[in-house]
DNA sequence: ATCGGCTATGTTAGCGGTAACGGTCCTTGG
DNA sequence: CCAAGGACCGTTACCGCTAACATAGCCGAT
């Protein structure tokens, strides 16, 4: 096929094309269309014409490796699917858009290796900063964020040691204090029942603050039942069945997130028991897409939006030069006692 | 402060570093950590064990510009809290697995401008394909994407033109094949409960077949109510409320998405209406998380994974050197009859 | 007129890798 | 014994852009 010289249309342009067709140096092209140094007026409009015209898009990599600077800041997290870290994006999101930074997700699946590799891979990217969930990683994950030279935060989680900053809550408290709450409310056959994901880090550690607060009441769970996969509104009924079948004395289902709890709640009401009277129940995150269930599932927020929005604050704030050491920002969940524990 | 000549924990590691720690040329160390070329086995592990002992972490920038080769798609999408887009993500996700490729997201929250830019911001890190959600994009948008020289793939909707290729589904054969559905069940004062969006293109397209089918059975909408924002189960319960009282004689609530409908629906049971003989409902995506209500709503199943699937496919095959031409794909949603339309 | 001191632009030298090609050895067959 | 070829590794020249420095006018002050 024949090979024109000028405007082969299959060509990526560059700097120089737009150069040649403005009259101008690259260098100054490169000013104009980063607003950066001076540039008259007129030579401004003649170079963004230009550039206009032939529908020039930048090349960031080469600017990037030039500049060695990147507006990327990677996100890591377990998964998009759980009305929990579209959330969190969302606070990210909000307080990134006017820094100039831009931030990329990588998903886990809950898996240490996939978030080691996942990890890597962003890395080489040279990222700004790296928000990750969570604070359990493999070493060598923590040895390279460690290495990185960049700002790091560890979000949703404070219980532990941070390789650099971290923002969140403490599960195991959150745990503590629903415990509490229940049991003031007069509750004392308690149930749990909540995923079977060993890397859930987080909802284990509420398990463990929410049975920690039980023994110092003299109690215990009366049950459990754990699950993996599928739809959780159907799981989150299925396993209540399943618990009030095999522990008919059980008054309280405490369970690892609203999802589940809904699709318990349901059932509750399906099969005509009284909530909260005769059987009380209460998930974790305040979900807000459930507001329209027929009662409101007692929960607790886990400030996923501010968690969100301090995160993506401490990287811009760091990005522009400042401060080296590690900030740790503890958030507190509030209890949203909603319909379902008697007052 | 001082400046150590070697071993600066700061600065961050280049391929000259393992080159001198294990003694061989930057070329070399590059083909061993890309697996490409004749490494000795002696020489390959001695590399191997420098980078491993440095923590080096190859600088994707540097090597992008010289290979002219990048391993990141694109993949720009509305939303991601509204439990379509992160199944098509799964899918894309699984395909583009083991090919090499990295999917990055961008989100516009249905604002064409918004699109623009980060379809702009994307496209200057030099993907090897774009996959892109609707067939509706500014005239920009439009142009930067046909002159960008990767294969597009611009997905769930194929009522239109594509820049290149498309996978996805009729939403105006899919509201069509849902109102004839509905008639032929035997209801006839219809009502339709929906987004305001007035860029949820695909929204509207279902709306249309779905009046279209009705005008040719001699039928029209009784009554119709949108809404933005906000809990979709609240909404759709205070919608279906609404249009319940302004509309007496509706038989059938048909909703744009699976959330509201679900609302409508325990709405509907709580008001102790008969579904489906008194009042039938349906609603659209076929949403497995909404398995666990107490009846099963009926639904389209708009092939969300599978549309992931053949458009990372697609890319996938062009990236390697495939055919240029584009293609379109499309898939057929099947009506879900659930339990709220009379057989 | 001469000399700073601006402003507006150009020039040079990389950024950290990789493609392409070149050069050693060492083996092997004629 | 030598040519040919393969295995292995190094050298050179960029990729497209930007930091840093140079340069050319042009102004007002001396």
Redesign the interface.
């Known amino acids: 096929m024949s090979i024109p010289p000028i405007s082969d ?2 060509r ?1 342009l560059t700097l120089r094309d737009v150069s040649e067709a403005s009259g101008v140096s690259e260098m100054t092209v490169s000013r104009v269309l980063r607003n950066r140094g001076d540039v008259s007026d007129s030579t401004r409009e003649r170079v963004l014409e230009a550039a206009r015209r032939l ?1 020039y ?6 600017g ?2 030039a500049s060695q600077r ?1 507006n990327l800041v990677a996100v890591i997290i377990p998964s ?2 759980n ?1 929990v870290f ?2 969190v ?2 606070g990210i ?1 909000d307080t990134l858009e006017d820094t100039g930074l ?1 931030p ?2 990588g ?1 886990t699946n809950y898996s240490p290796d996939r978030e080691e590799s996942v990890l ?2 962003m ?4 990222p700004s900063g790296v928000i990750i969930a969570g604070l359990e990683h493999t070493e060598a994950a923590r ?2 964020m460690a ?3 960049i700002p790091i935060v560890e979000i949703m989680d404070i219980d532990g040691t941070p390789v650099d900053s971290a923002v969140g809550i403490s599960h195991r408290r959150a745990g503590r204090k629903m415990a509490e709450a229940i049991i003031a409310a007069g509750y004392r056959n308690i149930a749990f029942l909540g995923t079977m994901m060993p890397y859930d880090h987080r909802a284990r550690k509420r398990l463990e603050g929410f049975e920690e607060a039980l023994a110092k009441a003299g109690l215990s769970l009366v049950d459990r039942e754990f699950y993996s996969g599928g ?7 299925e396993m209540t069945e399943a618990v009030l079948t095999r522990s008919p004395q059980v008054d309280f289902l405490y369970y690892s997130n609203d ?1 589940i709890g ?2 318990g709640l ?1 059932y509750c009401l ?1 099969k005509g028991i009284n909530v909260p009277s005769q059987i009380g129940l209460a998930g974790f995150n305040g979900v ?7 009662r409101k599932l007692a929960t607790m927020d886990a400030c996923r939006h501010e968690i969100g929005r301090r995160a993506a604050a401490i990287i811009a704030g760091k990005a522009q030069g400042g401060v080296i050491g590690g900030e740790i920002i503890e958030l507190s969940p509030t209890l949203q006692p909603g319909d379902t524990i008697r007052n």
């Open positions: 249309p299959r990526t529908g898009v930048p090349n960031k990599i080469a990037a490796l990147v998009m699917s009305m579209p959330e994006m969302t999101s831009q990329v997700v998903i890597y891979e890395l080489s990217w040279r040895a390279m290495q990185a030279g739809s959780a509104l159907l799981k989150g009924r999802m809904a699709g349901l399906h807000e897409l459930l507001d329209g269930l027929p």
